[in-house]
């Protein structure tokens, strides 16, 4: 029997996953890579039990639970290193049905590489849609090697996807948060220490033990677009945390400058008419970026990847395929990308009444007990992938 052709543009965790799943449902998938190579990029990344079990449908579940470090108990400090709520590591498995794991993105990315053939993923390969296609006829995709016809495309382009710009010339695409991010990650410092979100005026620090011995932290703070340090970044680390609790001062004396990552958050507060057009769906950034404030880009990726693949395979024709991916995603993703903003605005506020307020609150809910603090990634963390029952049909 002849497989049917997808098309795969972007070899990041969604493009990767979606690869991973269509190929097991049947599909002949080619990964198309702008850059040269899939080098270790990126830092860490937190995966909630809802990308868990979607990982679990194509059997890579509990390979990361093996490789990841499952966060113990933790929760959020004022930069003094006053507990302002704890987290109950636990509790929060009971309630959402398994841990929250760390690992590093390139563990990630050599996982869902390894579980498709080596011809699969061409780097170096840019793409371009020319023709998203209809009930009638294929996609059509360029590369360096010429012009590929396919039954489905997913774009996996990121967050200034081309092939979403050509779907939706007219959408406002990305607009900037207001903040910016930093990421690192360094050996562990040896006065050992709890894993923590530190929120301060308008910044917020976070340090996370990987299971490797190393520790993931990350930065975020209110900063004008494209302001960059001119003594480099460790330097304006030093300067906006610098005098935070353990171990801020010590992973920050540990960082490389060549190890520090910024990048500005951009995110697509403005939801897309649809998640698809023709025979094109659009999955992670390239369909909803989000600020990283609720942990769930990455982890919403791997959700679209395999909702995709479970419509996808059901012998219905791509397009209403993909309709039913819209319906099932677009609600979903567009309520996080607009409670990871309002998150971001609570978690950076500036005015000193407003973080006292903010604070007071936090622990506030603290003394009731972590069902206060959990209930705010209910509908969240304890999604669970569609079963494997004939999908909705949506016109």
């Known amino acids: 029997m002849e497989q049917h052709r997808a098309v795969v543009v972007g070899a990041g965790i969604g493009g990767l996953t979606a690869a991973v799943a269509l190929r097991q449902r ?48 933790g929760g959020v400090r004022r930069p003094d290193g006053r507990w302002l709520c704890r987290t109950d590591a636990r509790a ?17 990315v050599d996982l869902l590489t390894s579980a498709l053939p080596a011809t699969a993923v061409r780097t170096a390969s840019p793409a371009g849609l020319d023709d998203p296609g209809d009930a009638r006829r294929p996609a059509r995709v360029s590369t360096p090697d010429g012009t590929v016809e396919a039954e489905l495309v997913v774009a996996a382009d ?21 903040f910016t991010t930093w990421r690192t990650v360094i050996p562990a410092p040896e006065r050992p220490f709890a894993p923590h979100e530190t929120w301060g005026p308008a910044r917020l620090w976070g340090s996370q033990p990987l299971k490797d011995g190393r520790v993931y932290a990350y930065a975020m703070a209110a900063a004008p677009a494209g302001a960059r340090a001119a003594d480099g970044e460790k330097a304006e680390l030093a300067r906006l945390f610098g005098g935070w609790h353990h171990p801020v001062p010590a992973i920050l004396a540990a960082a490389d400058e060549t190890g520090i990552l910024r990048h500005d958050v951009h995110h697509l507060i403005d939801p897309l008419p649809a998640f698809h057009h023709g025979r094109v769906a659009l999955v992670g950034d390239a369909a909803h970026a989000m600020q990283p404030t609720l942990g769930q880009g990455g982890n919403q990726a791997v959700e679209d990847a395999i909702v995709l693949a479970h419509h996808t395979g ?43 307020l903010r604070d007071t609150a936090l622990s506030a809910a603290s003394r009731f007990g972590p069902g206060l ?13 569609p079963a494997a029952a004939e999908p909705r049909r949506v016109s």
């Open 158 to 178: 990121g967050l200034r996807s081309a092939v979403r710009t050509a779907l939706f010339p007219r959408h406002p695409g990305p607009r900037y948060s207001g």
């Open 26 to 73: 049947g599909w002949d998938v080619t990964v198309l890579e702008r850059a040269p190579g899939l080098a270790p990029v990126g830092a860490g990344i937190a995966l909630a039990p809802n990308a868990l079990r979607a990982l679990d449908v194509i059997g890579l579940g509990d390979p990361v639970r093996d490789l990841a470090a499952w966060q113990g108990d």
């Open 314 to 356: 059901h012998g219905l024709p791509v397009p209403a395929a993909l309709a039913a991916y819209t319906a099932d995603r677009l609600p979903r993703t567009t309520a996080l990308v607009r409670k990871a903003a309002r998150t971001g605005r609570l978690a950076l506020l500036s005015a000193r009444p407003a973080v006292a």
């Open 92 to 108: 929060a498995a009971a309630r959402f049905g398994g841990p929250l794991v760390l690992l590093h993105r390139a563990t990630l």
């Open 373 to 385: 603090i959990l209930r705010g990634f209910e509908g969240i963390a304890d999604w669970c992938p």
